[in-house]
């Protein structure tokens, strides 16, 4: 399964709602635009990657519903991004102030707001150097925190506003830091 990057750019530049229209033309084809334009057309996970996505999600699940400070959204949402692209992290978290700001019209149609968290699980089918440049791109749209995690490799690259990423190799543990206060991932779920 294959990723597949066009650049229609030099032929039509796609306004947000042709975006949107070509989206709810093709619901069985998960599609994003970077912030140069390019259309992506992604495909779906595998069974492992699936299943480590959804353990994945139960955590912030389960510590969204303790800490009732903002609001989790699936690999299915797509973002506006500030920077022009349409993006769709595997699992982002926006704080409750920022999402409840927006009209209910932009909460129903790709939301005009980075998320302040960014997860990104890289399947044997990503690129790593096009999730970098998609964790590039979060950080440029303004978001706070990202992970992009590896598990083939057992490395999590962090990424923080104004920052160079880190890489940690083989973690038993990651911390959300300020961002997710009192989150605390134990990657066995992961590996």
Same mark, same amino acid.
């Given at each position: 399964? +294959?990723?597949? %990057?066009?650049?229609? %750019? ?34 779906? %996970? ?6 480590? &996505?959804?353990?994945? $999600? ?8 303790? $800490? ?6 699936? $690999? $299915? ?8 692209? &349409?993006?769709?992290?595997? +699992? ?12 209910p019209g932009d909460r129903e149609t790709f939301p005009p707001i980075a998320p302040d968290f960014v997860l990104e699980l890289k399947s044997p089918s990503d690129n790593l150097n096009d999730l970098r440049d998609k964790m590039a ?40 830091? %300020? ?13």
């Open positions: 399964m +294959l990723t597949y %990057t066009i650049d229609l %750019t030099p032929f039509i530049q796609l306004n947000d709602r042709q975006f949107a229209q070509l989206c709810d033309n093709h619901p069985d084809i998960k599609f994003e635009r970077n912030r140069r334009g390019e259309l992506i057309i992604m495909p779906p %996970t595998g069974g492992e990657t699936g299943n480590r &996505n959804v353990e994945l $999600s139960a955590e912030f699940v389960l510590w969204n519903r303790r $800490s009732k400070l903002g609001y989790l959204f699936d $690999s $299915s949402t797509g973002f506006k991004l500030p920077n022009g692209g &349409n993006r769709s992290p595997d +699992l982002s978290w926006i704080r409750r102030d920022c999402w409840e700001a927006l009209s791109e979060y950080q440029d749209a303004g978001f706070k925190l990202g992970w992009l995690i590896d598990r083939q490799a057992q490395t999590v690259e962090i990424y923080r506003q104004g920052q160079e990423p880190e890489q940690r190799d083989r973690p038993t543990t990651i911390d959300g830091e %300020t961002i997710l206060p009192g989150f605390e991932l134990d990657l066995s779920i992961i590996w």
